[in-house]
């Protein structure tokens, strides 16, 4: 295998891309080794564990989803359905196009009770994902109906993508998507 100089970005971004398709559990550092053209002792130097380096890749997955899907959320320079609109535009084209489903829903399920230090973690990111919904569902709705509609949002969102996974139809996000927008043109 050839040596190849990388850096830690690099790894977590295949890491993500084996998880993706693997899963933690059937993921081996070796896996990731390989996929980085290293070989396995060398990513070592980079991560304690791999728990450190799933941990890193659940908060560059965060960090990627705040900085560049939950802000449009808070861009009052648009209407709230444009806001929403937005938003569903960029996840789908994570869910759909790179990711075939959300990685923090699956590592969640996965890992909730056999790794609870990811619990938190990925509860950070849902908290994320719930108040970037409310805060646009506050425009048309009260503060209690907004955080109901929110967390039902975010939980018809991650049923869709295990549904759409299942039957390889992504109709199901994007039905899903539609409702979730038709909330707001609702009166």
Do not use: W
């Not at 190849?4 to 059937?26: C, F, G, N, P």
């Not at 449009?72 to 196009?97: P, V």
């Not at 506050?138 to 295990?162: F, N, T």
């Amino acid at each position: 295998m050839p040596k190849q100089k990388v850096d830690e970005a690099h790894i977590i971004k295949e890491s993500l891309k084996l998880l993706r398709q693997k899963s933690y559990h059937t993921t081996s550092m070796a896996d990731i080794a390989n996929a980085c053209g290293l070989l396995k002792g060398s990513l070592y130097h980079y991560f304690d564990s791999k728990e450190e380096l799933m941990r890193k890749v659940i908060l560059s997955v965060h960090d990627y989803f705040r900085n560049e899907v939950f802000v449009h959320a808070y861009d009052e320079s648009l209407s709230a359905e444009s806001r929403l609109q937005t938003l569903i535009n960029k996840s789908e084209a994570i869910f759909i196009d790179e990711e075939n489903g959300c990685i923090m829903g699956n590592v969640g399920v996965e890992t909730a009770l056999a790794i609870p230090e990811f619990a938190s973690l990925i509860q950070s990111f849902f908290r994320d994902f719930f108040d970037a919904i409310k805060n646009v569902y506050r425009d048309k709705y009260p503060e209690d109906i907004a955080d109901e509609l929110a967390e039902r949002s975010v939980a018809e969102v991650e049923g869709a993508l295990m549904l759409a996974r299942i039957f390889n139809d992504q109709q199901y996000l994007k039905k899903t998507h539609k409702r979730i927008l038709n909330r707001l043109k609702t009166d």
